[in-house]
């Protein structure tokens, strides 16, 4: 197994950079060690109990870790409520009726605080969360930079404008990673989180129906899929809230079967089966189908790197005593 995937890491020149990276500005792997000794496992106890309550939640604490960084950076603005003198980001169209956890956030910062009072930002609590959300899945573990402050304000414009979306095509999906600092590999990485996810009817329902305008439904998408997906999301409006699993066929465990799927035309988004429509995305998606272990290890690694974009250190930002409210 070790030699396979470092076989296939020689093989692809666009794949083989493992990007784990130490440290960032003030982020350090020991930040919490003296100040919040049992963190880690106060953590991992509560998304264990979150997931052994509802297994989707794994795949919705990745979502709402990739909401919050994409978003005036890794900084918890995505968990701030409504006010009268702040306008969220939880009604946002990419958000609104979709990004959830908020709930299993909570009770988490709220032992974490029982423990360790005003010591533990939300971020790191959502990092930290997100990363164990993965490996009781079945993924990768990865050592986690820790030391992020919580920002005091949240844009809901920019949620509107820098969150990717699955009816863009991969230029623009593209550019938005560039924008946050990251590259095309980490756009097909980190699609690969959608191995345990589910998506809404009406993020693909055209494709099953109306992909040409004419009535037909996508050609490329593979026949028995087309045929399960419309089981589910029925050509009617009030199917477009209904939810599929966008790896259908290990839905609960993080894998790589996701990318064999793409190469198998069974992509359940268009934003995700355009993937292998590029030569250079095309490449990383056919290594990954091959080689488990090199996904998950450069999964691992673009976690890091995705979780450093904007954090806010040192004496900016605030220690939030409710993840859903500035101070």
Excluded at 30 to 52: E, H, M, Q
Aim: glycine share 6%; proline share 4%.
């Amino acid at each position: 197994m070790a030699q396979n995937a470092y076989a296939f890491s020689i093989i692809s020149s666009l794949c083989l950079m493992f990007m784990f990276t130490f440290g960032n500005g003030q982020l350090d792997y020991k930040f919490y060690d003296n100040t919040c000794p049992n963190l880690t496992r106060i953590i991992r106890n509560g998304v264990w109990s979150a997931i052994a309550n509802e297994t989707r939640i794994a795949a919705s604490l990745l979502r709402l870790h990739f909401h919050d960084c994409f978003v005036l950076g890794c900084e918890g603005s995505i968990l701030l409520d409504d006010t009268s003198n702040l306008r969220g980001e939880k009604n946002a169209l990419p958000n609104r009726n979709s990004v959830r956890g908020f709930e299993v956030i909570d009770q988490i910062k709220a032992d974490v605080e029982k423990a360790c009072p005003s010591t533990v930002s939300c971020t790191d609590i959502l990092t930290l969360a997100t990363r164990d959300a993965v490996f009781l899945s079945g993924g990768p573990f990865w050592p986690v930079p820790l030391g992020r402050r919580d920002g005091l304000t949240a844009n809901e414009t920019a949620a509107n404008t820098d969150l990717p979306s699955p009816f863009e095509p991969l230029e623009n999906i593209t550019s938005k990673f560039v924008a946050k600092g990251l590259n095309l590999k980490d756009v097909v990485i980190l699609s690969g989180g959608h191995t345990i996810g589910f998506a809404q009817c009406f993020t693909f329902k055209q494709r099953l129906f109306n992909f040409d305008g004419a009535g037909n439904p996508d050609p490329l998408l593979e026949t028995s899929l087309l045929d399960s997906l419309r089981g589910i999301c029925p050509n009617q409006d009030n199917s477009d809230t209904n939810l599929a699993p966008l790896d259908v066929a290990t839905v609960r465990k993080f894998d790589n079967s996701y990318f064999k799927m793409l190469v198998n035309n069974s992509g359940v988004l268009q934003s995700d089966q355009v993937l292998m429509t590029d030569n250079t995305t095309a490449a990383c998606v056919l290594n990954y189908s091959k080689s488990l272990p090199l996904f998950l290890k450069d999964f691992a690694a673009s976690m890091v790197k995705m979780s450093k974009i904007g954090v806010i250190t040192g004496q900016e930002g605030q220690i939030r005593r409710s993840c859903r409210a500035v101070n």
